[in-house]
């Protein structure tokens, strides 16, 4: 499998990411697979999964040292050509995202995992940011959503320097992992198990409980809405007021 696809089972939609680096061809079908089950009002729920040993281990850095190689001026434009647009997708899709990391998950996957409502995960998965570590700053959300998982301090130590942690470390600091055995993450995310996907979706979202085109955290009483600076790539939270932002 070489390109993103999406497999149906009942009212889930899964993305499946088909190996961990994302070139360019995996995030264009990544954002296009992203809105067409956003749209598909057959879809009550979505998980976003991998495959093999790795969830998502970010760009594609041999595509990178090309595109840097070519113009180092536009080597950075996929940020706001497609990891904006993909965490924007994720956390404004109208119906619950499960995010099923069958394992490594570093980068900007780690951005996507955060974006998403409920995340299924490896026992004993590695985590990491990894942007230091080819001097760059942190995009896909990140700004803002690790803060919000973990706390300011240790955002900013997990930012600044390129080091891993487990899964049950990150459960432990306070993410809201619910971690599986490797071979059980699409099942659990599938929400063939009561509690997850499935449940959610034969449920459907109460217009009256003031829904603004999410689902789940995404209600006028759920989270913050997370936006992405189309400048920068960090994450903008809308705090209720219109036009009141706190910047990531």
Not at 40 to 54: E, F, P, S
Not at 90 to 102: C, D, H, Q, R, S
């Amino acid at each position: 499998m070489t390109s993103v696809t999406v497999e149906r089972e009942g009212a889930v939609a899964s993305v499946v990411l088909p190996g961990p680096a994302l070139s360019l061809a995996v995030k264009e079908g990544l954002l296009e697979s992203l809105r067409a089950v956003a749209a598909d009002d057959q879809v009550r729920a979505v998980v976003l999964t991998g495959t093999g040993k790795a969830f998502c281990v970010g760009q594609d850095l041999a595509e990178h040292a090309a595109a840097l190689e070519k113009d180092p001026a536009t080597s950075l434009d996929t940020v706001t050509e497609h990891y904006n647009p993909i965490v924007a997708a994720l956390t404004t899709m109208p119906k619950p995202v499960v995010a099923g990391v069958n394992g490594t998950c570093v980068g900007a996957g780690l951005g996507f995992v955060l974006a998403c409502d409920f995340v299924v995960m490896a026992e004993g998965a590695v985590l990491g940011t990894a942007f230091t570590g080819i001097g760059l700053t942190c995009d896909s959300g990140l700004s803002v959503s690790l803060p919000e998982a973990v706390g300011m301090q240790r955002a900013r130590a997990l930012l600044l320097r390129p080091t891993t942690f487990k899964a049950e470390q990150a459960v432990a600091w306070g993410m809201p992992f619910e971690l599986v055995p490797a071979d059980q993450v699409r099942t659990a995310a599938r929400g063939l198990d009561p509690g997850t996907a499935a449940v959610l979706a034969v449920t459907p979202a109460d217009p009256a409980e003031g829904s603004d085109g999410g689902a789940l955290g995404h209600t006028a009483q759920g989270k913050d809405k997370l936006r992405i600076c189309r400048t920068c790539g960090h994450g903008l939270l809308l705090n209720g007021n219109p036009g009141q932002v706190q910047p990531g």
